[in-house]
């Protein structure tokens, strides 16, 4: 079955502890992206790939890093969490002139 | 990457025709329309998406004016399962910085 697979779902977590929240997809897609989504408001995008080391930033990259050493995987860092990032998190992957597939979404917490 | 101009919100009665505007006048030639909807907090799941002409799946309708500066989403026939946050995006082919705005509530009252 195609997916985009998020971990954990849900994380409770304290300041300044680093954390990762892993993003991995089985349709072989070159463009992966990270979204937030606050209560309320739409999704905002933190950082995207186009393929293997290519990222960049999107609108929110701020207290994020992000990497992609293997074309699946897209794992989002948090390297000193801090309560602001407390958020609704999207990983998406999708190919070329095709619509995103999102995950299921990872509820971040931090206090 | 274009932005987009949605109303925070609309009704519609089951079994009804729901349309959903869209405005997006700063689109590029080579940017296509995406249909996005969001039910509760649960990923995204794609509705359509087109560039030019209009296009219709088993889900909904979309038209697109002749300057492409705006677009509907139809619903031909909406269910209570419709009611979710539609979003409007406009995006290159090779989608890269993605911006989805706050979208469209849409309610279907029985």
């Known amino acids: 079955e195609a997916q985009v697979t998020q971990n954990p779902r849900y994380l409770i977590t304290v300041t300044g502890k680093k954390l990762t929240v892993t993003c991995s997809q089985n349709?072989?897609?070159?463009?992966m992206s990270w979204y937030r989504q606050d209560p309320g408001l739409g999704l905002r995008q933190i950082y995207y790939s186009m393929n293997v080391e290519v990222t960049d930033k999107g609108d929110v990259p701020e207290g994020y890093k992000v990497s992609r050493k293997e074309k699946r995987n897209f794992p989002l860092i948090l390297e000193s969490p801090s309560p602001n990032q407390t958020s609704l998190y999207f990983c998406?992957?999708?190919?070329?002139?095709?619509?995103?597939?999102f995950g299921d979404g990872t509820r971040l917490s931090i206090l | 990457d274009a932005k987009t101009t949605q109303p925070p919100s609309m009704d519609c009665a089951e079994g009804r025709a729901a349309n959903l505007p869209c405005n997006h006048s700063t689109i590029s030639g080579n940017e296509y329309v995406y249909w996005y909807r969001q039910i509760h907090s649960q990923g995204p799941q794609y509705i359509i998406h087109g560039l030019k002409n209009n296009e219709t799946n088993e889900m909904a309708s979309l038209i697109i004016t002749e300057d492409r500066k705006s677009s509907t989403l139809i619903l031909p026939h909406a269910t209570l399962r419709d009611t979710a946050v539609y979003y409007c995006i406009v995006l290159r082919d090779y989608a890269g910085k993605s911006t989805f705005g706050d979208g469209t509530t849409l309610t279907v009252k029985p």
């Open positions: 998406a992957s999708s190919s070329r002139g095709e619509p995103q597939h």
């Open positions: 349709m072989n897609h070159e463009y």
